[in-house]
Each structure stands twice: as structure tokens, then as C-alpha cells.
């Protein structure tokens, strides 16, 4: 399983990679691409949307099922990634290049709270 040592994740399968400007990229992790299949379909959330961490903003739809990606981070959506909705299986081929969203964290602390990549290894059950 492909888990980069420098990103955030969430229990519920989303990554985080921090930016020099603050904003943090949101993606799904490879475990949750693998879990999902094939991603035939992306839903993105608006650009300025004011969302709470937890909240759903999001969804990824493989052939497979539906997934609900949920904020990370309290915080204002900047951007989107069209890439994503015109080409979903980008995701399956580079799941943490193939970026979802962007927000600007509320409070940059609350990063803090997330996982590092071994506490998610852990949650997921993968720990050797």
C-alpha cells in the first residue's frame, strides 16, 4: 500500500497535504481508492463553501458504491480540481496526486488532530 509519510489523513480516508500558504489539499488515500475499485464519477463541492471538519463535501463513485468524502478541517474551500470530475480515474492511477479539493483551515492548529501515517496504518489495520 502506497502511504506517503509526509501527508495528514483522516479515519475516514481522506489525505491531507499542507501548502507553504497555508491551505491544505484534499485527496482519498490509496486504501480507500482500492477499496472503492474502479472511480467512474466525482462530485466536487463549490469553491467558497464554509465547511465544519467531519462535514460531507464531497463524493467519489466507482463502479462499486458511493463515498461521501468528508472535510478534514474546519475552513473555506478555495479551489477544485476539474482534473478529477473529467478524468475520475486519475484517482485509481495516483490517488494522492489526483487532489480533490483545497481549503483554508479556520484554525491551522486543528492539523494537529489528524493522523500521521503510521496512527493511519494503524486505523486501518495494516500495521506490521
Known amino acids: 500500500m502506497n502511504l506517503p509519510q509526509d501527508l495528514k489523513y483522516t479515519a475516514s480516508h481522506e489525505w491531507v497535504r499542507l501548502a507553504d500558504d497555508g491551505t491544505a489539499t484534499i485527496g482519498i488515500t490509496d486504501h480507500a481508492q482500492e477499496q472503492l475499485g474502479d472511480v467512474v464519477f466525482v462530485e466536487l463541492p463549490d469553491a467558497g463553501r464554509q465547511v465544519k471538519a467531519g462535514e460531507e463535501c464531497a463524493v467519489v463513485e466507482?463502479?462499486?458504491?458511493?463515498?461521501?468524502?468528508?472535510?478534514?478541517?474546519?475552513?473555506?474551500?478555495?479551489?477544485?480540481?476539474?482534473?478529477?470530475?473529467?478524468?475520475?480515474?486519475?484517482?485509481?492511477?495516483?490517488?494522492?496526486?489526483?487532489?480533490?479539493?483545497?481549503l483554508r483551515p479556520a484554525n491551522p492548529a486543528d492539523v494537529a488532530q489528524l493522523l500521521d501515517a503510521a496512527a493511519y496504518e494503524a486505523e486501518i489495520g495494516q500495521q506490521d
Do not use: C, T
Not at 478541517?73 to 484517482?91: F, H, K, M, Y
Open 62 to 102: 466507482s463502479v462499486k458504491a458511493a463515498s461521501d468524502i468528508y472535510a478534514p478541517l474546519s475552513g473555506e474551500i478555495v479551489e477544485v480540481n476539474q482534473a478529477v470530475v473529467d478524468a475520475p480515474e486519475g484517482i485509481n492511477a495516483d490517488a494522492y496526486s489526483a487532489w480533490i479539493f483545497r
